[in-house]
């Protein structure tokens, strides 16, 4: 990626083929995949890549169980359109982002044999569905390989369970990395560039898109013969901007995570509560080194906050401190974050948001020309694109091409093996568990991210003592990664943020002294961007009810 004032001049009063709004999952791979059809693509996102539902997700990448229930009880075709869809998606994001996405295996524990016999027929249908895209079958598992595999357990009346397999992904990077292939492919981005408004041709149709830049209050204007509007939740606030009367569609639902020290509930393996009291699957995955939970589901306005609660953690340890031998209390806590699902209805219907399918829209709005595409899931970004792009092309009247994306393995995944952190520990002077954490971070781009060091050794330290992520990380995201704000360094390129909150306090101001190195930031801009970023997170704690962290940035 170049960086965002050189992007800027890129893109200012050009002309593309195509303007995708949102860089989330979708819009990314959206742009991805025109820009490798050879449509001249540009891609706008108001905030941070990722920064909105994108990097909120349990971060699984699946069928969905809780949705093969549904397609079979309700004898829904919808759901079971997504689910099979999904299943074929698993394996292609598996293979073309090898370093940031893993296979796992799920374990749903058991205390009635009648749950075991449902559980059993139930996963071996979503084997049998995934066909050749099955990752490994699942299986029954006695009490006592049940309880070998995630001994932290309640053993109470436990008879035994079932393993099946799925896969888990980094989100954050994932999107940033689609982002980054994007660039490479051709495409050009830009972050903090919100699109407020478009102009249009005699016949109404879109003709161009007017940008305020997020962090300097610019206005410019780009000229564009096509546009997607990806941008999840919000996706009504640009159908209505393009055509006012249109109705609503959107009915985004809020889900909440924590994370808890990995010791609380050692295992490697995921373990799935298949019903909590209002009928969801509940996760608890392990995750870059702690124990993810979630999630959530309640409906709220698209824009509104999100912030994981009180109540939002004392709901996930009711229902996981079921199912552990050591219950955990919410002073366990180490971090947490929340999102909102882009549901899309009729326009119409009321009811539960949980009945939604996941299944995505493609809408094209004959007023103005606008292709929105809403709903579906991080697991089927890819095909989501695919089908997109085909509409894209209809609409700009040009043959219809295939999908270059299916097989398109994303930066940093050439060349990538497991054992990749060896080489980097042989090679670089960094130990071993900073050589892990930039192999599942960079792939095999992390050589570019430890080269940085040659200009100064120190950017070798880590950010902050006890967490192995180093300095060096911090200029990369700055100058590669558009990294613009210490959030977007900590929360969604090194991940710190959900690593401890109170951690991240600790390295703001670090970050906050290196990124005005890169960006020429005054004392008095960087002082406020640490005490901004600190302010944030003693947010977060407050509203999870946790004690707020004092620090000198916060002394006064
Ligand atoms: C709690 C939760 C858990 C989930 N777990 C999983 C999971 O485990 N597996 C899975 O497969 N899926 C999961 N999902 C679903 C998945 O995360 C979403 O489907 C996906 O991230 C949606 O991506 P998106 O790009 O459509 O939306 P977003 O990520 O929200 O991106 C839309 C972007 O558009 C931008 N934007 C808005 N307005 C403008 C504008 N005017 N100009 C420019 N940009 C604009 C926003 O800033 C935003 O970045 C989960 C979702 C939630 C909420």
Same mark, same amino acid.
């Given at each position: 990626? +170049?960086?965002?004032?050189?992007? /800027? +001049? ?11 709004? =949102?860089?989330?999952?979708?819009? !990314?791979?959206?742009?991805? &995949?025109? $820009? ?11 905030? &941070? ?21 549904? #397609?079979? +009880? ?55 569905? #995934? ?9 029954? /598992? ?6 070998? %595999? ?88 640009? %159908? $209505? ?37 209002? @009928? ?55 971090? @947490? ?20 399918? %996941? ?52 930066? =940093?995944?050439?060349?990538?093996? &497991? ?76 991940? /710190? ?24 930031? !005054? &004392? ?7 005490? =901004? ?24």
């Amino acid at each position: 990626m +170049k960086s965002r004032a050189e992007e /800027l +001049k890129n893109i200012i009063g050009q002309t593309f083929d195509l303007c995708v709004i =949102g860089g989330g999952a979708t819009g !990314s791979a959206c742009a991805l &995949d025109a $820009q490798l059809r050879g449509i001249r693509t540009v891609l706008m996102e108001a905030g &941070d890549y990722a920064g909105a539902t994108s990097s909120a997700a349990t971060k699984i990448i699946h069928g969905g169980v809780r949705y093969l229930e549904e #397609a079979i +009880k309700g004898a829904d075709v919808q759901e079971y359109h997504v689910l099979v869809r999904a299943l074929h998606e698993r394996v292609r994001m598996l293979e073309n982002a090898p370093h940031l996405t893993r296979k796992l295996e799920f374990l749903v524990p058991s205390y009635k044999w009648i749950d075991v016999a449902y559980l059993d027929i139930g996963l071996k249908i979503y084997d049998w569905l #995934a066909g050749p895209g099955r990752i490994s079958p699942s299986k029954f /598992l006695s009490e006592e390989e049940t309880l070998k %595999r995630m001994p932290g357990l309640n053993q109470k009346g436990l008879v035994g369970g079932v393993a099946y397999a799925d896969g888990q992904f980094d989100d954050a990077r994932y999107n940033v990395t689609l982002v980054q292939s994007f660039t490479v492919a051709g495409g050009n981005a830009i972050n903090y560039g919100r699109v407020t408004d478009f102009q249009r041709g005699a016949d109404g149709k879109i003709t161009g898109v007017v940008v305020k830049d997020q962090l300097t209050g610019a206005m410019f204007t780009v000229s564009v013969k096509a546009v997607v509007n990806a941008t999840g939740p919000l996706s009504d606030s640009i %159908r $209505q901007l393009a055509t006012p009367a249109v109705p609503r569609r959107m009915r985004p639902s809020k889900g909440a995570h924590i994370l808890l020290p990995l010791d609380v509930f050692p295992t490697e393996d995921a373990l799935l509560i298949p019903k909590t009291e209002d @009928g969801r699957v509940l996760f608890a995955v392990p995750w870059c080194g702690r124990l993810l939970v979630g999630t959530t589901d309640e409906e709220v306005e698209a824009g509104a906050e999100l912030l994981v609660t009180k109540s939002d953690i004392e709901y996930m340890l009711r229902h996981l401190n079921h199912y552990l031998a050591r219950p955990v209390t919410p002073d366990d806590v180490v971090s @947490g974050f929340a999102g909102a699902r882009p549901l899309v209805g009729s326009g119409e219907e009321g009811g539960d948001t949980k009945k939604l399918a %996941r299944d995505d829209v493609i809408e094209v709005d004959a007023a103005s020309g606008l292709i929105s595409i809403m709903g579906g899931k991080w697991t089927t970004h890819r095909a989501m694109a695919e089908d997109t792009i085909h509409t894209v092309q209809g609409a700009l009247g040009v043959t219809q091409t295939d999908s270059q994306t299916r097989n398109h393995v994303l930066y =940093g995944g050439v060349g990538f093996t &497991d054992d990749y952190w060896k080489q980097l520990c042989r090679d670089k002077a960094i130990s071993e568990a900073t050589a892990h954490h930039l192999a599942s971070k960079f792939g095999t781009a992390s050589g570019e991210v430890v080269a940085l060091a040659r200009e100064n050794a120190a950017l070798l330290e880590p950010i902050v003592a006890g967490y192995p992520a180093i300095q060096t990380e911090v200029v990369y995201a700055v100058r590669k990664e558009m990294a613009a704000t210490i959030e977007d360094v900590l929360a969604r390129r090194v991940g /710190l943020q959900l690593y401890s909150w109170r951690a991240a306090i600790e390295a703001a101001p670090v970050v906050g002294s290196l990124m005005a190195a890169e960006l020429q930031w !005054s &004392d008095g801009t960087t002082k406020a961007a640490i005490a =901004g970023y600190v302010e944030r997170i003693n947010h977060l704690l407050d509203s999870a009810g946790l004690p707020r962290k004092r620090t000198s940035a916060t002394a006064d």
